[in-house]
């Protein structure tokens, strides 16, 4: 019973599970500890500390602390058997997540394979302002050019049922992104959905029918104290490429639960909302609410006015500069 316990616990490692279930946290020390607010109490602090060597965590504002199964017992109020059983199940879950992730990984690289050998698709980025191979390359954006998928993936292993349960085949048997330039979205280290953005007719944009993970790249854009939030991934790209770094995108104008919390740790980060400026207004008002939004989840909000019905990509595509753009950031208003 006891190695049964010992072996649940060094699969579910403690760090991993709780940043899959959206806690975030920062690394404290030289030691492998990490810190961030407590998810057994309210508090504005971070004072909740976990110990990935150790696999322990304890908390100073609550004096709470111990292993996975008695965080479990205590988060949703459970017994020590009931929490035995409830992490079996998570470890199943997490082995689904895992072999999605791998198998979303593999369609991502073959369609980054791709983009080269599809002039169609190097001249749409071209077109959107991206011509950095080297960062087309870290982005990970590659090209579906429809119609070819199943069979490399058939050849890989994959079944057909394997590929109907992703959505990257959709039930009338076809590739679900078609001429489309792909961006894997990643999380906690795995591929959780594809963005594919059409480059002709079709509706311009695409997920794959399943969460779209965290803010995008928040891996790297979590460091900056003051962060720019973008619709789209085209915008964070030419941001990026302009040195704009601390860029990310949600995928859209609506935070989900997720992304929230990760633009509140560490909390009274700066935000700025650069969305799209719509002559009708609408795009201004999205940012507003979303403003909103984070400022009563204590965050320093600005709003980025660029020029009506631009957006960040349209502006560098248009041939803004850095120092522009960094003009309209000091120039960005609080509520
Ligand atoms: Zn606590």
Not at 32 to 61: D, I, K, M, W
Not at 125 to 131: E, F, N, S, Y
Not at 254 to 274: D, G, K, M, N
Not at 286 to 301: D, G, I, K, P
Request: hydrophobic letters at 40%.
């Amino acid at each position: 019973m006891d190695a049964d316990l010992e072996r649940l616990k060094k699969q579910l490692p403690l760090l991993e599970y709780l940043q899959r279930h959206n806690w975030s946290g920062r690394r404290a020390g030289a030691q492998q500890e990490f810190v961030g607010l407590c998810p057994l109490h309210r508090e504005t602090h971070p004072s909740f500390y976990v110990n990935a060597r150790r696999n322990l965590f304890y908390c100073h504002g609550c004096a709470r602390g111990g292993d996975l199964i008695r965080f479990v017992q205590f988060f949703y109020d459970l017994s020590f058997p009931q929490s035995v059983a409830y992490l079996k199940q998570e470890l199943t879950a997490a082995a689904q997540a895992a072999s999605i992730s791998e198998l979303l990984s593999q369609a991502a690289a073959y369609y980054r394979f791709e983009l080269h050998r599809c002039p169609e698709a190097v001249h749409y980025l071209q077109r959107r302002g991206l011509h950095d191979s080297a960062l087309i390359e870290e982005l990970g954006i590659g090209y579906a050019r429809g119609g070819n998928l199943r069979r490399h993936l058939a050849g890989l292993g994959y079944s057909l049922d394997q590929l109907l349960d992703t959505g990257l085949i959709n039930q009338q048997g076809r590739d679900a992104f078609c001429r489309r330039v792909i961006f894997p979205c990643g999380q906690n280290g795995q591929t959780v959905n594809l963005y594919g953005r059409s480059i002709g007719a079709a509706f311009p944009h695409r997920l794959l029918p399943r969460p779209k993970g965290g803010l995008f790249a928040w891996e790297s854009a979590r460091n900056f104290s003051s962060i720019i939030l973008v619709e789209g991934l085209f915008d964070l790209a030419v941001l990026w490429q302009a040195g704009f770094r601390n860029s990310t995108c949600a995928l859209g104008t609506h935070l989900t639960s997720v992304q929230l919390a990760q633009l509140c740790e560490p909390p009274a980060r700066c935000v700025y909302i650069a969305f799209d400026q719509d002559e009708n207004q609408a795009g201004q008002q999205t940012a507003h609410q979303l403003a909103q939004q984070l400022e009563r989840a204590h965050l320093n909000v600005r709003v980025v006015q660029l020029p009506d019905g631009q957006d960040p990509n349209s502006y560098f595509t248009a041939r803004g500069t850095a120092a522009d753009f960094s003009n309209y950031l000091e120039r960005a208003q609080p509520l």
